[in-house]
């Protein structure tokens, strides 16, 4: 891979595409309904069935005190989304746990920190030009783990996005492909990235991933802690590699 100024050209790449990101955390009813749009707008491109609420695609878990839905904005046009999961021993809640109850159960038994990023969609007109977009969408899962101290981030995928999780998360499969879920018409797997072992190493090859701790403050932190409701969030990996 060629590397223009110490990092890699696809890094660079990545760092003037983040120059016009907004990260935005959804709480109105109107960002949800874009939100759910743009879900609906995924899926269906995609060929994937999942159970709606109201006819919208939105879960009842959407709304969970630990659960935390966010936009990905270019130039202020929402083009992807993505919703985390914090789960701990205490509070299980989360989308895997439901399709997985077996496997997460015992990682949780164990005192273990899950996140669970879940629902993810991509406007497939903006992932034309931008092929980047799952590396700009699943940082948010980076932040999570960082923020809230995770031992996994899970992934449960289907079975043909695998390769990639492996290759950029070094994710594990905790359980086979199963068939069917409640409405889904494809084969889901369960997988997991140990990030407290990966973290070195995954920071030092894509450092388009690092993120300042006021950043994810920012994204994480509850919302009553701010004077006011941060409306957009911009990303600091660039910052850091300027700093290094």
């Known amino acids: 891979m060629r590397r223009v100024g110490g990092v890699s050209e696809f890094t660079n790449r990545l760092f003037e595409i983040m120059d016009r990101v907004e990260y935005r955390r959804i709480t109105t009813a109107e960002d949800m309904e ?16 999942v159970p709606r609420q109201d006819g919208l695609f939105i879960d009842d878990i959407d709304f969970d005190p630990q659960a935390y839905v966010f936009g990905v904005y270019y130039e202020e046009r929402l083009i992807s989304t993505i919703r985390i999961h914090h789960v701990t021993p205490a509070h299980r809640v ?61 992934s449960h995928i289907p079975a043909n996005h695998s390769a990639f999780y492996r290759r950029v998360f070094k994710a594990q499969q905790l359980v086979e492909p199963r068939a069917d879920y409640e409405g889904y018409n494809v084969k889901v797997a369960l997988l997991g990235t140990q ?5 070195e190493a995954f920071y030092r090859r894509y450092p388009f991933f690092k993120s300042q701790p006021y950043e994810r403050r920012l ?22 590699a300027q700093a290094a």
């Open 219 to 240: 994204m994480f932190a509850p919302l009553e802690q701010f004077a006011t409701e941060p409306l957009t969030i911009l990303p600091t990996a660039r910052y850091i």
């Open 94 to 154: 989360s989308m895997s746990g439901h399709l997985f109850p077996d496997v997460v159960n015992s990682l949780l038994d164990a005192g273990m920190v899950l996140i669970d990023p879940v629902r993810h969609a991509s406007d497939p007109h903006a992932f034309e030009g931008l092929p980047a977009l799952p590396y700009l969408t699943l940082r948010i899962a980076t932040m999570a783990s960082d923020y809230f101290d995770a031992d996994y981030c899970l």
């Open 34 to 49: 874009d939100v759910a749009r743009l879900r609906h707008l995924a899926y269906s491109r995609a060929n994937v069935e």
């Open 195 to 199: 990030v407290k072992v990966i973290r």
